[in-house]
């Protein structure tokens, strides 16, 4: 059983910041990648950023400049630092892993969904 377990959402201003973190915990191997997606209500599901075990990371459109993704691989945990929010970061952001479990096997896993609200 892995478990990914968010927190860090909630309110801000335009123009504000928050952070959301991610640990994972469980029957964990080896994590490949960690990162962050986000989605609005009927809509598919987008990718915000993630990083790679070598440490590489990807940040879509939606938040270069503004988003830093980061890693503590000892912690197993993810973090997503959110600057300059806009109202339509509002949406529901959700933690993503690729874990490699002691059986050998690689699944994804989603933690529950955290809400972000930027009130303009």
């Known amino acids: 059983q892995v478990q990914l377990v968010e927190s860090g959402g909630g309110l801000a201003q335009a123009g504000g910041s928050l952070r959301l973190s991610c640990a994972a915990s469980?029957?964990?191997?080896?994590?490949?990648?960690m990162g962050w997606y986000r989605q609005a209500p009927g809509k598919q599901r987008e990718l915000v950023a993630v990083t790679d075990s070598d440490g590489s990371t990807f940040a879509a459109d939606c938040a270069k400049g503004r988003f830093t993704i980061s890693r503590d691989k000892d912690k197993n945990a993810v973090y997503l630092q959110m600057n300059s929010l806009k109202p339509e970061d509002t949406l529901v952001y959700y933690c993503?892993?690729?874990?490699?479990?002691?059986?050998?096997?690689?699944?994804?896993?989603w933690g529950q969904g955290t809400q972000v609200t930027v009130s303009s």
């Open positions: 469980g029957n964990i191997f080896s994590i490949s990648r």
């Open positions: 993503y892993a690729q874990i490699m479990t002691s059986g050998g096997y690689e699944f994804q896993y």
